[in-house]
Nanobody, 116 residues
């Protein structure tokens, strides 16, 4: 059974930093694309960042230069480092894994709240 467990979401002041973690199990981690999506109150879920098995990264325009996605293949864990956080970054953040056939597996989400 594929499981993705996110952690690290907390209340943080605007301008602060936060690092989210996503621990994967039940699947070969190193060959898969990992990503982070988020869903703010009253809005649809949006893709934030992805990282391929070859460590190529892509970011949503609104987070470029502020967020960094990374992975530790030995620990089967992906990370999202968020710097210079803004109130509009407030959302539930979801870890996603795409297998080679692009089937998606989702975590349960972790709440990030950026205060004014």
């Amino acid at each position: 059974q594929v499981q993705l467990v996110e952690s690290g979401g907390v209340l943080v002041p605007a301008g602060g930093s936060l690092k989210l973690s996503c621990a994967a199990s039940g699947i070969t981690f190193s060959i898969n694309t990992m990503g982070w999506s988020r869903q703010a109150p009253g809005k649809s879920r949006e893709l934030v960042a992805t990282i391929t098995s070859g460590d190529t990264t892509n970011y949503r325009d609104s987070v470029k230069g502020r967020f960094t996605i990374s992975r530790d293949k030995d620990k089967n864990t992906a990370y999202l480092l968020m710097n210079r956080l803004k109130p509009e970054d407030t959302a539930v953040y979801y870890c996603v894994l795409h297998d080679p056939d692009w089937r998606a597996y989702w975590g349960q989400g972790t709440q990030v709240t950026v205060s004014l």
